[in-house]
């Protein structure tokens, strides 16, 4: 990994959680910087980018207040994501991120040549957001 993809990487975290890029913005910077998908761990709070050959990096995710509630709740999850999508007035990346752990979203993943999130409960469960048109 090169100096100007971890400085990427670092931009869109720091973009999402300053609210100052939208999810579309990120996907679209971190593919042309040459990343294929990233994750969010909400229990280690970490962001994981990853390349095509294998190689990532890791950097911290701010850190909630709130434990992973323990039943995956797809509905609340979708609501979540609706609101993203929408970018209704209020939305905040970390309000986001909120909302999903008391969904008992643990963590998702994000593939963009599989253009698609999976979002994960504690006991595996999943809802699969495609992305939009």
């Known amino acids: 990994m090169n100096e100007r993809q971890t400085a990427t990487a670092r931009a869109c975290l720091e973009g999402a959680e300053g609210n100052t890029?939208?999810?579309p913005?990120?996907?679209?910077?971190?593919?042309?910087s040459g990343f294929e998908s990233?994750?969010?761990?909400?229990?280690?709070?970490?962001?994981?980018?990853?390349?095509?050959?294998?190689?990532?990096?890791e950097l911290p995710l701010h850190r909630l207040d709130t434990a992973v509630a323990p039943r995956f709740d797809a509905v609340l999850m979708q609501a979540a994501i609706?609101?993203?999508?929408?970018?209704?007035?209020?939305?905040?990346?970390?309000?986001?991120?909120?909302?999903a752990?008391?969904?008992?979203?643990?963590?998702?993943?994000?593939?963009?040549?599989?253009?698609?999130?999976?979002?994960?409960g504690r006991t595996a469960e999943t809802h699969v957001e495609h992305f939009p048109n």
């Open 21 to 23: 890029m939208t999810f």
């Open 25 to 32: 913005q990120i996907v679209g910077t971190l593919m042309e």
């Open 38 to 57: 990233y994750a969010i761990d909400f229990r280690r709070a970490i962001a994981a980018y990853y390349l095509p050959d294998g190689e990532s990096i």
């Open 82 to 99: 609706r609101e993203a999508q929408q970018q209704v007035p209020g939305y905040t990346y970390r309000g986001f991120c909120k909302k």
């Open 101 to 120: 752990v008391s969904a008992g979203c643990a963590g998702y993943i994000v593939s963009f040549s599989g253009r698609r999130a999976l979002y994960v």
